[in-house]
């Protein structure tokens, strides 16, 4: 085992000693490893970065949260049938509450209606534009698991009156109120007064997508007298009790809407049921191109850069013929030769590999500098990645020079030229 380790230990310093003694052959040499750790690192990262943003996105959502709403998430099969759907009513979340308390067991705890639609709001020489208004009730509290930054949200009892009062985004209060307080101002919408009783903290985007904090929150009936007709139709969101059973509330909310609607059995639901997996279901796709285009350019590569590498590694035992002869003269072991030359050809991968990483690190916070929307994640599991493949690489590109110069005989490695 000493002997092992002195070999090893001689074998490290003399790739070193190689390794600065042709530094731009080195360097030339594991230009093709040092691109492909790039690409299977930046790969990694942006998939990383999308998985972290949308799990993160989910919880504003609520993962526990269903969407009674006309139209699925994902692309419809038969766009007449979506078409011509009745639209969801908000007196649907009533009916569905009380069967909801009539069902011993059931796993659907409240549902809330909610209305939308983009708008601007003003306050004095100020206006934001495109904000998203909602329309709901003031049981939206239970549902949504946003803090508030400053104030609170509308009661039930101002929702039913239509009291024209409002929440807004962080976003929208900044951009309105940047020199005092937005509590008990009065903003517009649609040229409407609204009194501002609370602030939403502040939540980021979907996906770098959707900003959460350029919404406001005001009551139905004001959204309905205000903003929009009764006729444009709402969505519900339902809270499941335990998200662990989404599918078993999901089919208990497909009965009970079925009965809230008055649908026959066998009649196509005029529905449809949502939950946040469509999302993941749109991303899947997107994330295995990337890993398929991720893994043929590291691929191609990592085998020019193993080639490479095969190359030098025979060009460095030919050259070495006579030293690998005087030294197998000397007492050295095929082991100590194969060791030599196939540490030399890791070291060489390594180099690449630490020189991706650092290139991959600087690339990654460039980004995050520039695009902070954009989901970049650099994790410690990546670099232990990049350094296992590059390590990979160099073993099989160095094997098959190294064995041979384990195997040339001293005799005829001595004599020669």
């Not at 639609?117 to 329309?135: E, L």
């Not at 939403?200 to 929150?217: E, H, M, P, V």
């Not at 020019?304 to 095969?310: E, F, L, N, R």
Request: hydrophobic fraction near 45%.
């Amino acid at each position: 085992m000493a002997r092992l380790r002195y070999e090893i230990t001689e074998a490290c310093r003399i790739a070193l000693a190689q390794i600065r003694a042709h530094k731009l052959r080195s360097v030339l040499t594991a230009l093709g490893v040092i691109i492909g750790i790039v690409a299977v690192t930046l790969m990694g990262t942006a998939i990383r970065g999308m998985d972290s943003a949308f799990q993160s996105s989910l919880a504003m959502l609520g993962d526990d949260i269903l969407y009674v709403q006309k139209w699925p998430w994902k692309d419809p099969d038969d766009w007449w049938n979506y078409v011509n759907r009745p639209p969801i009513q908000p007196a649907d979340a009533k009916k569905l509450n009380r069967l909801f308390a009539e069902t011993p067991g059931s796993q659907l705890e409240l549902a809330v209606p909610l209305v939308a639609r983009s708008s601007s709001i003003k306050f004095g020489g100020f206006q934001v534009d495109s904000v998203y208004i909602a329309g709901t009730t003031g049981d939206y509290g239970q549902l949504s698991t946003v803090d508030f930054q400053a104030g609170r949200l509308f009661t039930n009892t101002e929702a039913e009156t239509g009291r024209p009062v409002c929440v807004l985004g962080a976003d929208v209060a900044k951009a309105l109120f940047p020199h005092r307080e937005p509590l008990d101002q009065t903003v517009l919408i649609r040229d409407h007064p609204f009194r501002v009783i609370g602030v939403l903290a502040r939540q980021g985007t979907f996906l770098g997508l959707f900003s959460w904090d350029n919404q406001a929150l005001i009551p139905l009936d004001a959204f309905w007298k205000y903003l929009s007709s009764r006729s444009r139709g709402a969505e519900l969101r339902v809270k499941v009790r335990d998200k662990t059973h989404l599918a078993e509330a999901e089919d208990e909310l497909i009965g009970d809407m079925r009965r809230v609607r008055g649908q026959l059995p066998g009649e196509r639901d005029n529905f449809s049921v949502n939950e946040q997996q469509a999302f993941k279901a749109q991303l899947d796709p997107v994330e295995r191109g990337i890993a398929l285009a991720g893994f043929f350019i590291t691929g191609l590569a990592l085998f020019v850069g193993a080639i490479g590498i095969m190359n030098i590694t025979f060009v460095s035992v030919k050259e070495r013929t006579k030293e690998i002869g005087t030294r197998k003269a000397l007492g050295a072991r095929r082991r100590t030769i194969l060791l030599q030359f196939l540490i030399e050809a890791v070291s060489v991968a390594l180099i690449g590999g630490v020189v991706g990483l650092g290139l991959t690190w600087i690339v990654a916070v460039g980004v995050r500098l520039a695009m902070p929307a954009l989901p970049i994640e650099f994790s410690p599991a990546l670099i232990v990645i990049g350094l296992v493949v590059s390590a990979g690489t160099g073993v099989l590109a160095g094997f098959a020079p190294a064995w041979s110069a384990s195997r040339l005989d001293p005799v005829v490695a001595l004599r020669y030229e």
